[in-house]
């Protein structure tokens, strides 16, 4: 089992749609949780950053955490074509003095006019 | 710099040739990160450096592949002998520190590496 998993879609929706990006993951010591976003040929920007588990909330961004199941999600309201890009969740394990990041393979999302 | 800075852009070489790949990471991180990104597969960790040091070389995939960092600043990538599978996209990341919000890693432009 990998430890985060994360469908590869393409997910397609038409604009204005509410989008939800998911990820799941093994490793119980991930603390740290992150939703970064990229475009065709270009590296990966930071959209959120979140510790606990619940809500938070930026824009028509909202990314939730629930520990318990092991699970994140990114919520995307009012979805744009400008959305379109492959979103990818990265986890950090707090118990380690350094880590590195693990990241899921990403989804791509594809929002029509 | 504004950014994480990646050059080349693009390189296209031929199989059994050796590539340099550089990254600038953004001034006053201290942490800097190599990573792989092949076509439908996620990023792959390479290397971390702390500093000038590499304390985690675990993710290079051969001993064709090496890394640096001079000055706590710019990385450079080495591929030696390079191979068709090494085709990817090769990302660097800059972090503040190494843990928690300190963390959080911007990413470069990448550079497309194509061996022919």
Redesign the interface.
Known sequence: QKEVE?D?GPLSVPEGAIVSLNCTYSNSAFQ?F?W?RQYS??????LM?T?SSGNKEDGRFTAQVDKSSKYISLFIRDSQPSDSATY?CAM?D?N??????T????TMLLVSP | GAGVSQSPSNKVTEKGKDVELRCDPISGHTALYWYRQSLGQGLEFLIYFQGNSAPDKSGLPSDRFSAERTGGSVSTLTIQRTQQEDSAVYLCASSVGLAGVQNIQYFGAGTRLSVL
């Open positions: 994360q590869p740290y992150m970064y040929r270009k590296g990966p920007e930071l950053y510790y990818l950090e707090k380690s003095g350094y880590s590195t990041l990241f899921g393979k990403g």
